[in-house]
């Protein structure tokens, strides 16, 4: 809640004044070197002006590849930005994207247009390293752990894990580096980072005794100082999920009443607002942090000094934690009585028709909805009661304080889990998904995730921020923006277009559709079907991409080929992605030849410009696995209200990404080659027509 007595700033709408700093923007970026005007680059240009000019302004704009996304809605926003005093934050779905804006593009376009403004990359804590921690690890210990099953603590540091804070240590002390795990001197084994970043919860902030050199607390003011803040979509909704400050701040962004946001690659905005939203519980961890925690909250009470903290006693606290454990206990054992996973299964998975739990639950829930709910609130009133500093001694405080802040994390997530169990679905309107998985261990995990983001983007983003503009070379199907508008919530005044591709794509790529004996609902047929074409009709003396929808076949396909094939290929997960893709590159140079595998992550940012890539094979369409119990939930849901999930939701996602695919194949105007589609449902199945006169307009090869 905001303090009384300010008075709103009036609404914003596009001024003379705006214009002509646009057009000056663009003029200046027109004597640069290697510049081209594009029509369809003006055309966005002209509509993010629209959306971002406008207080309550809004716009979704799909502009294929080779239209300049970025560089347009940077010529839009960033002239209104400075002109109105209101921050810019960009929001991409990878940090990827969001290091190439801030590193190459931004300042880039800085300095061809001459407009000053302070730029800085907003990430997660985990992003960052904890320099407690690191300092921790450089001693050789086990560290502090927070809680006794903890793997990051559980051991010693490996050799290869020593070597490497070793030399984290020694480039942060000689300023060489600034702690930012992604620019990291050195490889990072894995399962380092969860050793030395920390949690939010386990973050003692300013009583730490490394805050004031502490990566993520400097990045975090700078994010604030900041006139363009580059975020992803992850941090920017976890951002928008937190309480204002009484002064009507966020804690980690720009005011959002105040600023102006881009959503790139924004295709991905509602599946990443399902996932902000989602829950799961380990059930044996949950039972175990509450065992571990009667210590914390019993020295953290002491602590205190207080008779009484939320009404409730320290006698009261642990009969309350003692509780929580029985019924926790009582209800994983109907659980494991009620569903018996199949062993041969790869993943089981046990779902709730429609989200509906058996009605035999339901009180059980509701009690472990109320235990965790008040114990959690409880944890959270006694962080704010602990004093800051004990008789001088700050280190005794740092300790508990990150036992606590850890237990809290558990706590919280807990809660959040039995709330979404516990809560009844409003009738009319999009249900829960609720389901149970196996861990590696065999014990169960619950899980719980709206099947549509279109009420989170609503109240969360849309209601909150002043104006925006969402883009993607992939958001509409064949220009129909109706799919995209439902899942997001994208409000009626907002304005909508689909740009032409500045690329003759006729002239510069075939699609390809061969003959194939086989479907992929044949599953072992067509694997092998795919392993022959690649083997005998691939040129494998150029540069290539082959993608695949799932681990299984790609894996099959690689061990179906000959040796002097499968010694060709890179196949995803085999190195680091950058590694992967700098000899894929170093090949073709030598004339070498070289072919990539990978799946739907490879489908996306792959930027294979030239003879990095001729051919992009696609194995089989890209529709979503049925046995997704999210997908399956809103299934279910459509087809109750008599709609059909399969054209209304499933054949969209699946053209979208399968847009997405073909796109890595013409990434410049002289670019030219093939996409091969090894699936011929687009054929002979009655969606496939749909289907095809959806995609890009490549000249068509049918078989």
Known sequence: MKKPGKTPAPPRSLGEDDKAGIR??????????GFRTRGAQNAMIAIAARALGTSGGGAVIEAPT???????????????AIAHQRPLVIATATVSLQEQLVQRDIPRFLADTGLTATVAIAKGRQRYACLRNLAEAAGGGDGESLFDFDPAYARSPSAEEAKA?????????????QGDLDLSPVPLPDGLRGRITTSAGACTRANCAFAEACPYLRARAGVKAADIVVANHDLVLAALGLPDSDEGDNPILPTPSKALFVFDEGHHLPAKAIDADAAQ????TAIEALERGRGPLSAAFVRSGKDAIGGLAALDVQELVTQARDALRDFSDRLALAWVPDPAEAQPTWRAPMGQLPEDWRDEVRELDRLFTKLSRFADTLVSALPKQDGGQAAPDDKLMRNLGRLVERLQDASALWQRWARQDVAGRAPMA????????RSLLCHAAPVSAAGILRQLVWGRVESVVVTSATLAAGGDFRHFREEAAIPDDWELASLPSPFNLAESAVLSVPAMQSLPDDAARHTDEVARWVEDELDWDAGNLVLFTSWRQMERVVALLSPARAIRTLVQGSRSRTELLAKHAESIRAGKGSTLFGLASFGEGLDLAGDLATTVVIAKLPFAMPSD???????EWYESRGRSAFFEVALPEAQRTLTQYMGRLIRTEHDRGRIVLLDRRVVVKRYGRVLLDSLPPYRRLIA
């Open 66 to 80: 080779g239209v300049g996304k970025s560089l347009a809605y940077l010529t839009a926003a960033v002239p209104i």
């Open 434 to 441: 609720r389901w149970l998985t196996v861990a590696k261990d």
């Open 165 to 177: 804070i070793e030399a984290l240590s020694q480039g942060f002390d000689a300023g060489t580096w």
């Open 629 to 635: 119990p999210v997908g399956a939930t809103k299934a």
């Open 281 to 284: 519980l380990h059930l044996p």
């Open 24 to 33: 000056a923007a663009l003029e200046a970026l027109r004597q640069s070197p």
